[in-house]
């Protein structure tokens, strides 16, 4: 930056010294070498454009223009022309490293090595030699360098950077922890539970790198209408000298207003605003904890009439405990020990619940299989447990009795023997209501919530939240389906954690999955991921996207506008190639300067 600096201000004063000295041959070569210095890389562009035949933009008309000022011996206006076009680059580089700097902040995560215990010693490794299952120590002050479930020590972590949250979370023993937090007090041992490559850091960096290479759909209007304006720019450029000369007018000065048009007609604005602006709204939502992975994305969000949530662990904390335990002809302790057997490997917010459950120590299940939808197949001692809900039963044509209690029934059998039932009961998370209630206010037409949970539980929590429709007992399948037969009238967006809803999140318009407990298949399936699992981000997201559109809407506006006046003029004879200049750099610091508004939103 300071050399690009120290560049334009030397060129300024060489340039402003041509202004006092004779028109002589050092005039000529001043005025040269400083063009050569300010359109090296305005060439080199240019030419490599040329090879793969893509050379119609902004740059090729600049070249066409200063080359025809030099033709024409007006050395100062094509200087003026590079000089003041690399002035308004480096404002508007400097306003996307503006933008480039708050996602810096956040994702300046990356961790080079690891302590690593192994065998009473500790050793400084790669992060990249870390494996799963390793234990690491993190210091007070470091950044936890892999995700993983504390085993020893206890600390408050700064999670900004990964959640947006600036409140300090405290953890201690068994607690799960993700990369790139920072540990704040206490010496912490961690077992690892991935590798870099599957950290959450490594995740969030590659989503924020990805989010630069899709464009949207306004950004690919410039693309298009850049290969079809150049040319007919050019064409007119050409007329405006050619057509005169048919009538007797001189050559030069007809020349000298094709020049005009074609820096005139320079898309320089355009281009540089549009990008920059959905750049800058990824950036503001990802400094806030939500992160985007495409600007089509962003764009597409505010016609967004219709939000569909899953239940568990997105609506709910998924802190789930066990509320009640219905033995059927044996123990409470025989049902725990079965549902504990067949939940000891699993993953599910529900399992977890199980887990807990401080029992006298148990053997190894032989097998253990997830159903989608319905819960767990397990062998132990060579014998089947099913631990999951009424469709689970019923696939296995077992008898039982139905279970009508506020919460989530969970069915216990053994060697098809039905041993009884836990009832475990989930808590909303903060604020869910006023969630439902600020959707409608943001122009959400319809919310709905689907769940395989039970019909009473879901009615319950529906009717509390006002939800305008609810669907229960669904399999993953079935909510694939229902979300399908929604796109076909409404712009949906689908909002879930759990490895369930990875097909329902790619098949919805947008699919937006909880970072923190989501699974890595619901956020490798979604389109946005928030990172501190609160969807009340969600209306944040909603606000960033409506008025991040509304300015580049208005910088499109601004810009065609102004070109089309000033190209108007410039064919009246009433623009001069000075004016020229400083009304293409004007305008484009314009739509920069508006573009920055995005970073002053206010979100409720």
Same mark, same amino acid.
């Given at each position: 930056?300071?050399?690009?600096?120290i560049?334009?201000?030397?060129?300024?004063?060489?340039?402003?010294?041509?202004?006092?000295?004779?028109?002589?041959?050092?005039?000529?070569?001043?005025?040269?070498?400083?063009?050569?210095?300010?359109?090296?890389?305005?060439?080199?562009?240019?030419?490599?454009?040329?090879?793969t035949?893509?050379?119609?933009?902004?740059?090729?008309?600049?070249i066409?223009?200063?080359?025809?000022?030099?033709?024409?011996?007006?050395?100062?206006?094509?200087?003026?022309?590079?000089?003041?076009?690399?002035?308004?680059?480096?404002?508007?580089?400097?306003?996307?490293?503006?933008?480039?700097?708050?996602?810096?902040?956040?994702?300046?995560?990356?961790?080079?090595?690891a302590h690593?215990?192994?065998?009473?010693?500790?050793?400084t490794?790669?992060?990249?030699?870390?494996?799963?299952?390793?234990?690491?120590?993190?210091?007070?002050?470091?950044?936890?360098?892999?995700?993983?479930?504390?085993?020893?020590?206890?600390?408050?972590?700064?999670?900004?950077?990964?959640?947006?949250e600036?409140?300090?979370?405290?953890?201690?023993?068994?607690?799960?922890?993700?990369?790139?937090?920072?540990?704040?007090?206490g010496?912490?041992?961690?077992?690892?539970?991935?590798?870099?490559?599957?950290?959450?850091?490594?995740?969030?960096?590659?989503?924020?790198?990805?989010?630069?290479?899709?464009?949207?759909?306004?950004?690919?209007?410039?693309?298009?209408?850049?290969?079809?304006?150049?040319?007919?720019?050019?064409?007119?450029?050409?007329?405006?000298?050619?057509?005169?000369?048919?009538?007797?007018?001189?050559?030069?000065?007809?020349?000298?207003?094709?020049?005009?048009?074609?820096?005139?007609?320079?898309?320089c604005?355009?281009?540089?605003?549009?990008?920059?602006?959905?750049?800058?709204?990824?950036?503001?939502?990802?400094?806030?904890?939500?992160?985007?992975?495409?600007?089509?994305?962003?764009?597409?969000?505010?016609?967004?009439?219709?939000?569909?949530?899953?239940?568990?662990?997105?609506?709910?904390?998924?802190?789930?405990?066990?509320?009640k335990?219905?033995?059927?002809?044996?123990?409470?302790?025989?049902?725990?020990?079965?549902?504990?057997?067949?939940?000891?490997?699993?993953?599910?917010?529900?399992?977890?619940?199980?887990?807990?459950?401080?029992?006298?120590?148990?053997?190894?299940?032989?097998?253990?299989?997830?159903?989608?939808?319905?819960g767990?197949?397990?062998?132990?001692?060579?014998?089947?447990?099913?631990v999951?809900?009424?469709?689970?039963?019923?696939?296995?044509?077992?008898?039982?009795?139905?279970?009508?209690?506020?919460?989530?029934?969970?069915?216990?059998?053994?060697?098809?023997?039905?041993?009884?039932?836990?009832?475990?009961?989930?808590?909303?998370?903060p604020?869910?209501?006023?969630?439902?209630?600020?959707?409608?206010?943001?122009?959400?037409?319809?919310?709905?919530?689907l769940?395989?949970?039970?019909?009473?539980?879901?009615?319950?929590?529906?009717?509390?939240?006002?939800?305008?429709?609810?669907y229960?007992?669904?399999?993953p399948?079935?909510?694939?389906?229902?979300?399908?037969?929604?796109?076909?009238t409404?712009?949906?967006?689908?909002?879930?954690?759990?490895?369930?809803?990875?097909?329902?999140?790619?098949?919805?318009?947008?699919?937006?999955?909880?970072?923190?407990?989501?699974?890595d298949?619901a956020?490798?399936?979604?389109?946005?991921?928030?990172?501190?699992?609160?969807?009340?981000?969600?209306?944040?997201?909603?606000?960033?996207?409506?008025?991040?559109?509304?300015?580049?809407?208005?910088?499109?506006?601004?810009?065609? $506008? !102004?070109? #089309?006046? +000033? /190209?108007? =003029?410039?064919? @009246?004879?009433?623009?001069?190639m000075?004016?020229?200049? $400083? !009304?293409? #750099?004007? +305008? /484009?610091? =314009?739509t920069? @300067?508006?573009?920055?508004?995005?970073?002053?939103?206010?979100?409720?």
């Open positions: 930056m300071k050399k690009e600096i560049k334009f201000v030397s060129c300024i004063l060489l340039f402003l010294i041509t202004f006092f000295i004779p028109k002589n041959e050092l005039y000529f070569i001043i005025l040269l070498l400083l063009y050569f210095v300010l359109s090296y890389d305005i060439w080199l562009a240019v030419f490599k454009n040329i090879k035949l893509k050379f119609m933009d902004e740059k090729f008309l600049m066409v223009a200063t080359v025809g000022a030099f033709a024409i011996h007006e050395y100062p206006e094509a200087v003026a022309v590079v000089l003041f076009y690399q002035i308004g680059e480096f404002l508007s580089d400097k306003a996307t490293n503006t933008t480039k700097e708050e996602i810096k902040k956040l994702m300046d995560l990356k961790i080079e090595v690593v215990k192994k065998n009473g010693k500790m050793d490794v790669l992060l990249e030699q870390v494996q799963c299952n390793d234990i690491i120590i993190v210091n007070p002050g470091e950044k936890i360098p892999l995700d993983g479930i504390i085993i020893s020590g206890k600390s408050r972590l700064d999670t900004s950077s990964m959640t947006g600036s409140m300090l979370r405290t953890v201690e023993k068994n607690d799960i922890v993700m990369s790139g937090c920072i540990n704040q007090d010496v912490i041992e961690i077992k690892t539970t991935t590798n870099y490559k599957n950290s959450t850091v490594s995740k969030v960096m590659a989503l924020m790198e990805e989010a630069s290479k899709y464009q949207s759909s306004q950004e690919k209007f410039i693309t298009k209408f850049a290969k079809y304006y150049t040319p007919i720019v050019v064409a007119i450029s050409i007329m405006i000298t050619i057509i005169p000369l048919c009538f007797g007018e001189t050559f030069n000065e007809f020349f000298y207003k094709s020049l005009v048009f074609l820096v005139i007609s320079c898309p604005a355009l281009v540089v605003s549009i990008p920059l602006g959905f750049f800058s709204g990824i950036g503001v939502c990802g400094k806030k904890g939500i992160l985007i992975k495409k600007s089509v994305v962003l764009e597409n969000l505010d016609q967004i009439d219709t939000v569909i949530f899953d239940k568990t662990g997105t609506l709910t904390k998924g802190d789930f405990k066990i509320q335990i219905l033995p059927y002809h044996t123990t409470e302790e025989d049902v725990l020990k079965y549902a504990v057997l067949a939940e000891s490997h699993s993953n599910h917010p529900i399992a977890k619940a199980i887990q807990n459950v401080q029992l006298k120590k148990i053997d190894e299940i032989q097998h253990m299989k997830e159903v989608a939808g319905k767990i197949e397990a062998v132990y001692q060579d014998k089947t447990i099913l999951g809900n009424e469709l689970l039963m019923e696939e296995h044509h077992i008898v039982y009795p139905k279970i009508d209690e506020m919460g989530t029934v969970i069915y216990v059998t053994f060697d098809h023997r039905y041993m009884g039932a836990i009832v475990i009961g989930d808590t909303l998370k604020n869910i209501k006023r969630l439902v209630h600020k959707l409608k206010q943001n122009g959400v037409d319809h919310v709905i919530m769940s395989g949970d039970n019909e009473k539980t879901v009615s319950q929590v529906g009717k509390y939240l006002h939800m305008d429709n609810c229960a007992n669904l399999l399948n079935d909510k694939v389906e229902i979300v399908k037969t929604l796109n076909q409404f712009h949906t967006m689908f909002i879930g954690d759990g490895i369930n809803d990875a097909p329902v999140l790619m098949c919805s318009n947008i699919g937006v999955s909880m970072g923190g407990i989501g699974s298949a956020i490798e399936a979604s389109d946005i991921v928030i990172m501190n699992d609160d969807p009340n981000l969600i209306i944040t997201a909603l606000q960033i996207a409506k008025k991040t559109k509304q300015i580049v809407k208005m910088n499109m506006g601004i810009s065609i $506008f !102004a070109k #089309v006046m +000033i /190209m108007i =003029l410039g064919l @009246l004879g009433m623009v001069s000075w004016l020229a200049v $400083f !009304a293409d #750099v004007g +305008i /484009m610091l =314009l920069i @300067l508006n573009t920055l508004r995005i970073f002053t939103i206010k979100t409720t």
